[in-house]
């Protein structure tokens, strides 16, 4: 069986006293296949989070399905449970009187390991994040960044085959985020019967790990596919940016219109050196040659050009109808 | 088993770790005094004539190991959730929550009744309180006790689950009544009628009288009375298996309400 997991029309409502009720899911669908890292990307209050706890087992649906290595998380909670673990980033989580170490063994006892087997793993894990030195150390005395660090070796700790990440980097420092994402990828590469669940606010985080991305807000999918394929879908024209020494008006139009239909060329000015700056969106990769051509015709001559590539960011920007931040400041839950 | 061990080590580190060990020691041995000073001071001094202190003394220090559980089963809810941020962690690990919480109830009662012993060494010296101990209905009535401890315990941590402030007020009020309730403190023959039969009935009070006759040796009031202690020992043995295991299933009904409104992992300004 390749699917680790399968969410079918999955909803959930909440209902408050005194307010309307608030729909967090609404049909959501998709599934996650063994040796995979999968992304759920969007906003506060678009519904990953609560996804991410449905198939954890920590909320029950309103209606819709979930199952992790084929056990509905509604009814066979009990044979999910050992298959998995959580990491819930921008939290304090942990009993702050314990030692990293102490902290760590607790846990693996909760899931029944053996010590020997449960203290060689936390001693491989510490070494990797490399806290090894600061086992002796209580959870109090611990920085943000190194709280999260032993948070995922707790989850890493007792061998899930899946793994669900929320919000992993959220308040750490850039050095951890980077560990962590290192290991995290280490981790499904290790083995082909892992697969990990990653939501985050972080686009360039999703980018770099996942190999699928779905894009959910307010509740609903919007988009499922490779984040190669979620901006190649944006637009399949390629972009350049040329600075050229000297440009006027009339020099453009005459350039456009030798490039034909579909080929747009916006003038402006680089910010810093103040010379003239040619955004150029090309029907074909092919076109570059020709512009290049054109713009030596017309007597400019080539001072910088790069190429852009469409982000992830864009790609939300396209779906949302926002940016991704916008949507944050304007989004009231949490 | 190894998830039950685990609980009552977290049990044992919350308790102990916040201090060196024989400040602990030291605490753990003065802490019960608070619990039944008043007890020496109201039959010991004021009440000498009614000859009730050793009645109220041995139910109150046994009481109070029955309720530093579930007094305290309340609270892992609520620091679980809200402090440590532990709970949903917990709650999704291969141990099930009710084993987790029976290794609380279980480190809370072996550490209340460390306290009791610790103190009984001088109390009943002291205070001259009768001593004839019967071993084996001591030993039973310690064990039952914390089925019937941790019962309890479970059934107001099913309750909690389900709150998202922890309201003190009704832990207090809880531990105020069944105090009055169970005969602890006085001779629920006292009481008019129906309150006593409804004394006899509430489920720690055989346990508590059950304690009292095995440390002392003496049947020392009249409340359930007519009850041989064999007697008094099935009763115990009973009711702790009703409670245990209606507070297996009140977690059980607990957690899937939790889980259903989304508590498990909720945090607020607590």
Known sequence: MHTAIQVENLSRVFNRRGTAPFHALRGVSFDVSYGEIFGLLGPNGAGKTTTIKIMSTLLLPTSGRVTVAGFDVEKDYTHVRPLISLISGGETSGYGILTVEEQLWMFSQFYGMETHVARARIEEYLKVVGMWDSRRQQMNRLSTGMRQKVNLVRGLVTDPKVLFLDEPTLGVDVEASVIIRNIVRDWVREKPERSVILTTHYMAEADELCSRVAIINHGLILANAAPSQLKQDLDSRAHYEITVDRLDGDQLDHITASMGEGNDLVLGSDKVTQSPMLVAHLMHESDIARLITALAGQGATLEYMRKLEPTLEDAFLKMVGKRFEDEEEASPVS | ?270
């Open chain 2, 1 to 270: 088993m190894k998830g039950f061990l685990a609980s009552m080590y977290i049990g044992l580190q919350i308790e102990s770790n916040w201090t060196k060990k024989w400040v602990w020691l030291l605490y753990l041995a003065a802490y019960p005094i608070g619990s039944f000073l008043a007890v020496i001071i109201l039959y010991g001094v004021f009440g000498q004539k009614t000859g009730l202190l050793p009645y109220a003394l041995y139910g109150t220090i046994f009481y109070y190991s029955l309720s530093m559980v579930f007094f305290d089963m309340a609270f892992s809810v609520h620091d679980d959730r809200e402090h440590y941020q532990t709970l949903k962690y917990i709650f999704l690990s291969s141990t099930s929550y009710r084993t987790y919480l029976c290794g609380r109830a279980a480190t809370r009662y072996l550490i209340a009744l460390a306290g009791i012993i610790i103190n009984l060494c001088w109390l009943i010296p002291v205070l001259r309180l009768p001593f004839h101990p019967n071993w084996g209905y001591l030993i039973a009535g310690a064990i039952l006790g914390y089925l019937v401890a941790a019962g309890l315990g479970l059934a107001v941590a099913s309750v909690f689950l389900l709150t998202i402030k922890l309201d003190v007020d009704v832990v207090d009020a809880l531990f105020g009544g069944l105090f009055v309730l169970s005969g602890a403190l006085f001779p629920p023959t006292a009481f008019p009628a129906v309150f006593a039969k409804i004394a006899e009935f509430v489920p720690m009070s055989p346990f508590i009288e059950l304690m009292r006759r095995a440390i002392s040796g003496k049947i020392l009031t009249s409340f359930l009375s007519d009850m041989s202690t064999f007697q008094l020992l099935g009763r115990v043995a009973l009711s702790a298996a009703v409670l245990f295991a209606l507070g297996w299933v009140l977690v059980f009904f607990g957690s899937r309400q939790a889980q259903r409104k989304g508590y498990i992992d909720v945090t607020t300004a607590f």
